[in-house]
């Protein structure tokens, strides 16, 4: 108070500022720590007089308020502040009902000077007395739609965001305003209230995590019901993007905490598409994939939205549990969204390794094969076929006949040379039958010979050596 009262006493010879309301401080002065605001505390509209506010009451002295309410106003126009004020003074003494414009011209006036002084404390008093402003018109002509508490709140965080020991009694407002507003709450207010919860959760962690998500729940509401109600497409996607992005900038989801806080809601509440919207977003920005409800959220959304990217996460998740077939379904309905022919050929390559690691080495050069069509120049498929020849000699051999069986190692060796894979191909040399076996079985080299097995591919008989 010491403070507030060196500050009045500064103020009263530039000002002429006659009421202690006119310059209160919205914030803690006497070093306590503030209480954190209850969200569940219902809010109670402050006690007014409820005036007609289209109605003129002049004091007894009529023809000087027609003087002063001229001059302040044409004061005004001209940008003549301080003189405006001067004569606007006289109403907050003589006529403080004398019509609402005094308040409105007055915030106007206090604004202009606040945003002009050079002075911290000069500066803080002026922008104090707009929010007075505010508090005037609301106690005596009343609040009945909330606009005025929504406007205070808005002009509170922009005079005080600077300054963090003022961000409880911001929070506090901006509950206020949405209880008493709800999903009416105006959208300019929107990123200043989710700006003002993520400041208190870090660094001060005046809030808990899940205060946080309860703000960007709520504001979610406003965001969506603004929608419905003519608030413009780029507006609604402004204001999504930027509470999504303070929301995952400031509280750290792990999948545990996903897990607490979604999954159990997501499975009461069946295919909720926004809450869906919101695991995986929350999922995906702090990399909690692992999180029990992801994948069940991330169909929801894709049912909604398909995506070729959300299919593959669908798909590499379902990988990451071997769930082959789930995992095959999804790399292809990322597949049939895709236009990129080489992202293409890769996921026909993660779908031929799966059915590799399954057996089904028919199934995965079919896979490959189409990958080859999409990217000819993908290699990966190329030595994926010569890796399915060379493992499948054991199982395909007959014993009857070394050259023969020999053969799917040529088979190999000619994929991985369409590579251009020399290791490979040195690998696969090693195993082709020699000049003597060939001799031995009487056979020559160059000769055609149809491998069998799942293979079924012609190759030239080629010696080792």
């Known amino acids: 108070m010491t403070k507030f009262l060196g500050m009045k006493a500064k103020l009263m010879f530039t000002l002429g500022l006659v009421s202690l309301l006119a310059l209160q401080v919205y914030g803690q002065e006497d070093g306590t720590e503030p209480a954190p605001a ?15 506010p289209t109605e003129w009451r002049y004091p007894e002295d009529k023809s000087t308020a027609t003087e002063k309410n001229a001059y302040y106003s044409d004061m005004l126009k001209a940008e003549q502040y301080q003189e405006s004020l001067q004569a606007l003074r006289w109403f907050f003494n003589n006529a403080p009902d004398f019509k609402p414009s005094i308040y409105i011209n007055g915030g106007k006036i206090y604004e202009a000077l606040g945003n002009a002084a050079q002075d911290a404390e000069l500066k803080k008093a002026y922008y104090d007395s707009v929010l ?48 008493l507003n709800g999903v009416n ?9 989710m700006t003002t919860v993520t400041r208190l959760y870090d660094p001060i962690n005046f809030v808990e995590a899940t205060d946080v998500l309860r703000v960007y729940d709520e504001l979610t509401k406003v965001i969506e019901h603004q929608a419905a109600n003519g608030l413009s497409p780029e507006k609604v996607k402004e204001y999504q993007g930027k509470i999504d992005g303070l929301l995952a900038g400031s509280v750290p989801m792990d999948a545990a905490f996903i897990e607490e806080n979604f999954c159990a809601k997501f499975a009461e509440a069946g295919d909720d598409l926004n809450l869906a919207k919101k695991i995986v977003a929350y999922s995906l920005s702090n990399k909690a994939t692992d999180n ?6 991330a169909k929801v959304v894709f049912a909604n939205d398909p995506t070729d990217a959300m299919a593959r996460t669908i798909a590499d998740k379902h990988l990451g549990k071997q769930e082959y077939d789930s995992a095959i379904a999804w790399y292809e309905n990322a597949i049939a969204l895709m236009e990129d022919n080489i992202r293409k050929s ?22 490959a094969l189409k990958g080859i069509e999409e990217d000819p120049t993908n290699t990966k498929n190329f030595l994926m076929i010569g890796d399915l020849y060379q493992q499948s000699f054991q199982t395909c051999k007959k014993g009857t006949n070394i050259v023969h069986d020999r053969a799917v190692y040529i088979a190999a060796y000619n994929w991985y040379r369409k590579a251009g894979d020399n290791a490979r191909m040195a690998s696969a040399r090693a195993q082709f039958p020699s000049k003597e076996e060939i001799f031995q079985y009487n056979m020559t080299e160059g000769q055609s ?4 097995c799942w293979v079924g591919e012609t190759v030239s008989i080629m010696a080792r050596n």
């Not at 010979?449 to 069998?452: A, C, F, S």
């Open 185 to 193: 709450m105006k959208d300019l207010n929107i990123v200043p209230f």
């Open 292 to 297: 029990a409800c992801f994948v069940e959220a």
């Open 132 to 179: 007075w402003c505010y508090d005037q018109r609301i106690r005596i002509w009343c609040d009945e739609d909330g606009k005025l508490h929504d406007y205070k709140a808005f002009y509170n965080f922009k005079f005080n965001y600077r300054d963090g020991s003022q961000y409880p009694q911001i929070y506090e407002m901006y509950w206020n305003v949405l209880k």
């Open 346 to 367: 890769e996921l026909y390559y993660s779908i031929a390794n799966i059915n590799r690691t399954k057996g089904l080495f028919s199934s995965a050069r079919s896979a």
């Open 449 to 452: 010979y149809t491998v069998g």
């Open 38 to 52: 209850n969200p569940d505390t219902p809010f109670e509209m402050p006690e007014c007089l409820g005036l007609d």
